[in-house]
Each structure stands twice: as structure tokens, then as C-alpha cells.
């Protein structure tokens, strides 16, 4: 199952200038992807956690098993090891995928 996560809200709700720990990453990867419709993107799966964070823009990821969950800016996707999913086709802004878990 994916979980959204409203940064905004989320960084809303924190004390002024007060750090809030997202997750520790070991042995993983940040990569800045700048997505463009119309694409054809394919099912992919990972041994570790992923997190998507919207930058810019829509995302919208399908899984394997049908679920569609719509991204916009501000908001981040946790997507467990091993879950079959892909970027639909429609998706269209800038993206931060960070590899890893803690």
C-alpha cells in the first residue's frame, strides 16, 4: 500500500524553525526526474523503501494491483520493497525520489 503524505501540512504543523526527520537513508540514492506527458512508463519494483516527493506539478502513480494515488506539489509517496508500481502516463512535473530506508 502507498502512503501520501501533505508535506505542506506536515510542515505547517512543526514549531518555526525546527527540523522534522522524514527518514535516515542507508545505502540509497536521491534522484531530481523531471516527468513529461505522454510517456509510457513500466511497472518497476525495488528491494528497498521509496519515497516520492512532488516538487512541481502532478504525479500520478498506478500500482500493479489497480490503485491510482494523485500527487501535487508538496506531497510525498511512501512506497514499500517490493511493491509492483509505475508513474501513469499523464504524469507531468518535477519529482525527488530518495532510495533507502533506516
Keep these: 500500500m502507498i502512503t501520501v ?16 526527520l522524514l527518514t535516515r537513508l542507508q545505502d540509497g540514492a ?6 513529461a506527458p505522454p510517456a509510457d512508463y513500466p511497472y518497476e519494483s525495488h528491494k528497498v523503501e ?9 504525479l500520478n502513480l498506478e500500482t500493479e494491483a489497480g490503485a491510482c494515488h494523485a500527487l501535487l506539489a508538496g506531497q510525498m509517496a511512501l512506497i514499500p520493497p517490493g511493491l509492483r508500481h509505475r508513474f501513469a502516463a499523464d504524469s507531468d512535473g518535477v519529482i525527488l525520489t530518495l532510495f533507502g530506508g533506516a
Design 30 to 35: 536521491a534522484l531530481l526526474i523531471h516527468l
Design 5 to 20: 503524505t501533505d508535506l505542506t501540512v506536515l510542515g505547517r504543523s512543526l514549531a518555526v524553525d525546527t527540523d522534522h
Design 50 to 58: 521509496e519515497r516520492i516527493v512532488c516538487i512541481q506539478g502532478k
